[in-house]
């Protein structure tokens, strides 16, 4: 199948969870997760219309995006180390997956010396599993004005990646409480955040009729991802 065709079964399906959650087929953004894949893969992606894409090594973004079309646009869905900030500022136009006010002080920070302001995600850890980054649901809570007060850092929603679980139908609670977790969030800060980064291949269509607005699709679009080539740490 070409990725064009590709692309349009997994919008049907979009389409069709987004009918059964009464929700606009315009109100999901679809994420292709490029991670592994080559620049050639990325190209034959925007010829086949897709546009937006996430990366999770600073390294490997850094190496290929130059190489990648320039129409296409970046977001960062892994974990930020202090010492990557200035270059995911450059790279990216959002960071989905801040879960810490240190982290947050150090966008905010690097986006001011590059003249920008940097829209951001708080990655949140819904499930409370001990091998997974992301704010506790109460820390978020706690530390959410202070986030809020970062001068050029934005908080535009949040994000998570529930448990793994073979069946989709089990990582719906975990989105449930994500979207309460925004309304908390919403009231807590007194305005509307857009968005709901939730849903990747396995889960995406459970995710969508729990609010996401944002799922991230790597296998289902570009298939299985090759082992990764190794990098030296990040
Ligand atoms: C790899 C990755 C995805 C995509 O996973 P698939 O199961 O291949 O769709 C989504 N979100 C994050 C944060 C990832 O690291």
């Known amino acids: 199948m070409s990725f064009a065709e590709n692309l349009d079964s997994i919008q049907q399906r979009i389409n069709a969870a987004c009918a059964r959650a009464d929700r ?43 190489l990648c079309p320039g129409k296409a646009r970046w977001q960062f869905i892994g974990h930020l180390q ?8 450059e790279l990216f136009e ?25 829209p951001i995600l708080l990655e949140v850890n819904v499930a409370g ?25 934005e908080i535009h929603g949040l994000m998570t990646i529930p448990p793994f679980a073979a069946v989709p139908e089990k990582a719906r609670p975990h989105f449930q409480k994500l979207r309460e977790l925004k309304t908390d969030c919403e009231q807590i800060l007194g305005a509307p955040l857009p968005h709901l980064s939730m849903g990747m291949s396995g889960d995406f269509e459970v995710a969508i009729e729990e609010g996401a607005t944002l799922v991230r699709l790597g296998t289902a679009l570009f298939g299985a991802r090759q082992s990764r080539v190794r990098h030296a740490p990040e």
């Open 24 to 66: 606009a087929p315009g109100s999901v953004t679809l994420l292709a997760v490029s991670k592994t894949h080559p620049p050639e893969a990325i190209r034959a992606a925007v010829d086949g219309g897709q546009l937006l894409f996430g990366e999770n090594k600073i390294q490997e973004a850094k190496a290929k995006i130059p």
């Open 82 to 89: 202090s010492n990557k900030v200035r270059d995911a500022v």
């Open 94 to 118: 959002m960071i989905q997956g801040v879960d810490s006010l240190a982290i947050a002080q150090e966008i905010s920070k690097r986006a001011e010396s590059a003249a920008r302001t940097m």
């Open 129 to 153: 599993e001990g091998s997974k980054f992301g704010y506790a649901p109460e820390r978020l809570r706690a530390e959410l004005l202070a986030l809020n007060a970062l001068p050029r850092m």
